[in-house]
């Protein structure tokens, strides 16, 4: 099945931009997965489904400043303008047979 | 818009049983796949289950494998989770989720398992 690396923690400043990283496993690298934002103490909030091509379709209500693109095995997630609302948990997902998976989150802080 | 509520937590002796349920709105929740996730106090989120449009196909983490039962009522636009022999480390957040990956998340009820 597949496995999904994320960094631990990231930081980046008000009003400017950081590039999260998903990254599938050997021989997953051409999966779909979403991204997924979690504020602290609230649920979960679907934010894109992003596929290998770069190719992404955002939720809804999603602001434009998030954007997601691909390179490999690896999918982003760009948030631009950063806002004092963006920190929060962010994690990917994606799936396969019988099985669904997450990966270990993100906590982005915006400073 | 989708609209999924969470109830049937609350605190719950080990080796003990709890039925969590699901219902949805604002989406045609019998052409879907849905599931469960749980988030234990400070992890990450993790998938426990999930069942097909007509409940045909089911599938478990390994750790909820025969103790754990997910299903669902169509007419009822419901979800359910049926949890037995329940364990320390099931105590989490769970949360109902619709679609594969996931496209819409409920608030989540809490499931405590301590004596």
């Known amino acids: 099945q597949p496995v999904l690396t994320q960094s631990s923690s990231a930081s980046a400043s008000l009003g400017s931009s950081v590039k999260l990283t998903c990254t599938l496993s050997?021989?997953?690298?051409?999966?779909?997965i979403a991204w997924h934002q979690q504020q602290p103490g609230k649920a979960p909030r679907y934010l894109m489904k992003?596929?290998?091509?770069?190719?992404?379709n955002k939720g809804s209500g999603v602001p434009d400043r998030f954007s997601g693109s691909s390179s490999g095995a690896d999918r982003y997630l760009t948030i631009s303008n950063l806002q004092s609302e963006d920190e929060a948990d962010y994690y990917c997902?994606?799936?396969?047979?019988?099985?669904?998976?997450f990966g270990g989150g993100t906590k982005l802080t915006v400073l | 818009e989708v609209l999924l509520v969470e109830s049937g937590g609350g605190l719950v002796q080990p080796g003990g049983s709890l039925r969590l349920s699901c219902t949805a709105s604002?989406?045609?929740?019998?052409?879907?796949?849905m599931s469960w996730v749980r988030q234990a106090p400070g992890k990450g989120l993790e998938w426990v289950a999930n069942?097909?449009?007509?409940?045909?196909?089911?599938y478990y983490v390994d750790s909820v494998k025969g103790r754990f039962t997910i299903s669902r009522d169509n007419a009822k636009n419901s979800l359910y989770l049926q949890m037995s022999s329940l364990r320390a480390e099931d105590t989490a957040v769970y949360y109902c989720?619709?679609?594969?990956?996931?496209?819409?998340w409920g608030q989540g009820t809490r499931v405590t398992v301590s004596s």
């Open positions: 989720a619709v679609e594969t990956p996931v496209t819409g």
């Open positions: 604002g989406f045609t929740f019998s052409t879907y796949w």
């Open positions: 069942i097909k449009q007509d409940g045909s196909e089911k």
């Open positions: 050997s021989g997953h690298s051409s999966y779909i």
């Open positions: 992003l596929e290998g091509s770069g190719t992404y």
């Open positions: 997902e994606t799936w396969d047979i019988n099985t669904q998976v």
